[in-house]
């Protein structure tokens, strides 16, 4: 079995009929290679994903099955706990989609003024210290009481394909020993 967590880390959407489980990638073109190299290949009925729960973090696993199990791949990261983790385990009910998803972060100068930094206000309340020429790390912002020192918006975009994940399970670390996709997992991946 081949792991990977060459991926940024892990989304979750809500806004769909099902929630959404987002594994997310820097290049939205290696992200589309590798749906087609490896997701294309799963079967949705035999996806597993896993969520193995520390107090502060989790470990996401997912695998399954693949039409075409010589360049089948599972992927795993460690991740600290947040609320929209937390909001996912409470609701996804039956089953998620699963897609990939691309993250980008844009500067003040890759923007309009109506953008939002990840302050919470528009790039046209942000300003680049006229002093020493554009410079995208001194873009702060000027709306009173605000400490952003440098514009920086940060988004995601869902790829469109997707899968149906129905097998989904949240396990403590003692519970591992009896899930094979868990198991395997941290055996090869936390040397335990
Ligand atoms: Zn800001
Ligand atoms: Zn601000």
Request: glycine fraction near 6%; proline fraction near 5%; charge should be negative.
């Amino acid at each position: 079995m081949r792991w990977s967590d060459d991926f940024l880390g892990v989304a979750y959407r809500y806004f769909d009929l099902r929630m959404n489980v987002v594994p997310l990638f820097g290049n939205r073109r290696a992200a589309l290679k590798l749906w087609q190299d490896v997701i294309h290949w799963w079967p949705d009925a035999s996806i597993r994903v896993r969520f193995v729960e520390e107090p502060d973090s989790y470990w996401f696993m997912m695998g399954a099955e693949s039409r075409r199990p010589d360049s089948n791949v599972s992927f795993y990261k460690r991740l600290p706990r947040s609320p929209h983790y937390e909001r996912f385990k409470a609701g996804y009910g039956d089953a998620a989609y699963m897609r990939f998803g691309e993250y980008s972060s844009k500067t003040l100068y890759q923007v309009k003024d109506s953008d939002v930094c990840n302050c919470q206000h528009p790039a046209g309340d942000h300003a680049d210290d006229p002093g020493d020429g554009p410079d995208e790390t001194d873009t702060r912002c000027l709306e009173e009481g605000c400490a952003c020192d440098r514009f920086v918006s940060t988004q995601v975009y869902l790829l469109k394909r997707k899968k149906t994940v129905a097998d989904i399970a949240f396990l403590a670390e003692a519970d591992i020993r009896d899930d094979p996709l868990a198991w395997n997992c941290m055996r090869a991946n936390a040397h335990i």
